[in-house]
């Protein structure tokens, strides 16, 4: 059975500030997603990471994929409260079936 | 990009009764949707992949005679709570498989709330 884990589960960072959020899986698959949900909304795709190797970039955020590790990152460079929201990887699954990671819950303070 | 609409986005019902979701790919024929809930400060759970023209499969622990799907045409999803509890209370969120190009589109969410 396919499990995603993600680390940190929570996250508080100085705005100006780089981390990087950690995303884990356990078995091979072909996809990994990273999404973004804000308080009481629906998700936000933010990345699809089809290959090993692949990395995508948009704004202050930049995502990697290790197949090799089952081992995705989501860097985030130069913090603004703007990007506080929960981070979610997900992973595709048989039948189509995509299972999410416990979220990451980010928090930028000044 | 391709819209998945959810109806109702807010419902609230006394325990007992039953409540449908709708689920609607907008742009583009979805022959497979899937059912996720998601508890406050909780990931999404994934509840049952709902095909169309045939039974929906669903996730181990799901009561399938509790949480009804239907999934009549290749744009439409339903998902109906019967005879909802106070812990059915949470936010219902459905997807959309698009096969071409591949990629699954998310449903803005339905809160619902068993009084």
Known sequence: ELKVEQNPLFLSMQEGKNYTIYC???TTSDRLYWYRQDPG?????????LSNGAVKQEGRLMASLD????????HITAAVHDLSATYFCAVDASYDKVIFGPGTSLSVIP | ????????????CKSGTSVKIECRSLDFQATTMFWYRQFPKQSLML???SNEGSKATYEQGV??????????????????????HPEDS?????????RRPYEQYFGPGTRLTVT
Do not use: W
């Open chain 1, 41 to 49: 909304k629906s998700l936000e795709s933010l990345f699809v990471l």
């Open chain 2, 47 to 49: 509840m049952a992949t």
């Open chain 1, 24 to 26: 884990n899986y356990s």
């Open chain 2, 63 to 84: 009561e399938k005679d509790k949480f009804l799907i239907n999934h009549a045409s290749l744009t439409l999803s339903t998902l109906t709570v019967t005879s909802a």
């Open chain 1, 67 to 74: 197949t090799k590790a089952r081992l995705s990152t989501l």
């Open chain 2, 90 to 98: 949470s936010f219902y969120i459905c997807s959309a498989l698009d």
């Open chain 2, 1 to 12: 990009g391709a819209v998945v609409s959810q109806h109702p986005s807010r419902v609230i």
